[in-house]
């Protein structure tokens, strides 16, 4: 098999990934969304609900709505980072996990995601189950997490979630750190590499900084 039909496979065994674990995801929820829907006099079901929707609307507020990067995205910015075994990557509101299975699966990195929303952690646990990964899932808000060991940051956070969390991940993260923003830039810090929008492909730039 070709190079070129090896990254077609890949591609094609990822979007399947991505149909399945979601499929499955959804297929969880529905007795979720059953008790919290049918049984509003239940307590738990009110705590259920309690306990999917609050750190959703947080992570909405403080991160970014869950919108997946594009795939051909992700393998660009996976391949900009040229990540070596061992390094230590975080994705920052990571999401169905896509960037960090990969990291892990195809560059041997010690990758972690982190995510807030219940409902989108879930579809992240159950696509490393397909992925076979072992990148690690935490639920938790990245902001209160130490990083300070990162080789490399991925996120695709809005601008106003970048500004806050900016000073944080500066006094954190080593020189030699490189953070990859996908669509968003983040002003206050030098750029060092962008990769134009391709507008006719839907995919937003990509911008990429390291830590002096």
């Not at 077609?8 to 007795?31: C, E, G, Y």
């Amino acid at each position: 098999m070709t190079l070129k039909n090896d990254h077609k496979f890949t591609f094609i065994k990822s979007n399947m990934l991505d149909i399945l674990s979601t499929f499955l995801t959804i297929f969880l929820l529905i007795p979720i969304l059953y008790f919290t829907s049918a049984h509003f006099d239940n307590v738990f079901a009110l705590v259920i609900l309690i306990m999917i929707c609050v750190p959703t609307i947080m992570a909405m507020i403080n991160g970014a709505p869950f919108v997946p990067t594009p795939m051909a995205r992700v393998k660009k910015m996976v391949e900009l980072a040229k990540i070596k075994p061992g390094q230590r990557v975080y994705d920052l509101g990571c999401g169905d996990g896509r960037f960090v299975y990969i990291a892990a699966n195809e560059y041997g990195a010690k990758a972690t995601g982190i995510e807030l929303s219940p409902i989108v952690y879930l579809l992240a646990v159950v696509r490393k189950f397909f992925w076979k990964s072992r990148a690690q899932i935490l639920f938790s808000d990245f902001k209160t997490r130490d990083i300070s060991d990162a080789d490399i940051i991925f996120c695709y956070l809005l601008p106003e979630s970048l500004k806050k969390i900016q000073p944080s991940i500066n006094r954190q993260i080593k020189p030699g750190t490189k953070i990859f923003s996908y669509a968003f830039e983040i002003p206050t810090w030098k750029l060092i590499y962008q990769e134009e929008r391709r507008p006719e492909l839907n995919l937003a730039p990509i911008f990429v900084y390291e830590k002096q």
